[in-house]
């Protein structure tokens, strides 16, 4: 069964700062991934996805990650972090089976 | 383009209570919608499939006969809690799929008194 981890459930960073947040995943084939952000009582609103090709992925808001099928991951990566970018941070892997990690909640330190 | 909404954002009911939760695709036909819930603090976890025309798919542990699911339309997918309890207090959010991508709605957040 195809399964999300995020090993971070927190992290601080200051502002101007670079910024990685990690996500493992597991699946049989090759995987569609996705990481998402949610401010406090929103929805979630997409940041990047890979489905296959180029495997440094570019999204909004600055942010990038990069799919290693060797280390199953697809960590998401900003070079310097926004006061606006305090928010909870979800990987997901699949499609209609999409799965969901624990998530990342971001704190940006002034 | 591809903008899901859900209505209401925010209800309160009373215990013993059923209260309806619409999800519309707004500017594309989606074949699958989905429904999840979201605790405080914690991630989405997904309720149900629901395929346009036919009956839905619940995840394991999900009482089929307490979320009532309707996806009448290729816009229009409905999550009805019924007898609610306080328990079922949470973040619901829907998305609707055209292929491999979803797109998610804002949330309802049902608190149940």
């Known amino acids: 069964a195809q399964s999300v981890t995020q090993p971070d459930i927190h992290i601080t960073v200051s502002e101007g700062a670079s910024l990685e947040l990690r996500c493992n995943y597991s699946y049989g084939a090759t995987p569609y991934l996705f990481w998402y952000v949610q401010s406090p009582g929103q929805g979630l609103q997409l940041l990047l996805k890979?489905?296959?090709?180029?495997?440094l992925v570019q999204g909004i808001k600055g942010f990038e990650a990069e799919f290693k099928r060797s280390q199953s991951s697809f960590n998401l990566r900003k070079p310097s972090v926004h006061w606006s970018d305090a928010a909870e941070y979800f990987c997901?892997?699949?499609?209609?089976?999409?799965?969901f990690g624990a998530g990342t909640r971001l704190t940006v330190k002034p | 383009g591809a903008v899901v909404s859900q209505h209401p954002s925010w209800v309160i009911c009373k215990s013993g209570t059923s209260v309806k939760i619409e999800c519309r695709s707004l500017?594309?036909?989606?074949?699958?919608m989905f429904w999840y819930r979201q605790f405080p603090k914690q991630s989405l976890m997904l309720m149900a499939t629901s395929n346009e025309g036919s009956k839905a798919t619940y995840e394991q542990g999900v009482e089929k006969d307490k979320f009532l699911i309707n996806h009448a339309s290729l816009t229009l997918s409905t999550l009805t809690v019924t007898s609610a309890h306080p328990e079922d207090s949470s973040f619901y959010i829907c998305?609707?799929?055209?292929?491999?991508?979803?797109?998610f709605g804002p949330g309802t957040r049902l608190t149940v008194t």
């Open positions: 997901a892997v699949g499609g209609n089976d999409m799965r």
């Open positions: 500017d594309f036909q989606a074949t699958t």
């Open positions: 890979y489905f296959s090709g180029d495997t």
């Open positions: 998305s609707a799929a055209t292929g491999i991508e979803q797109y």
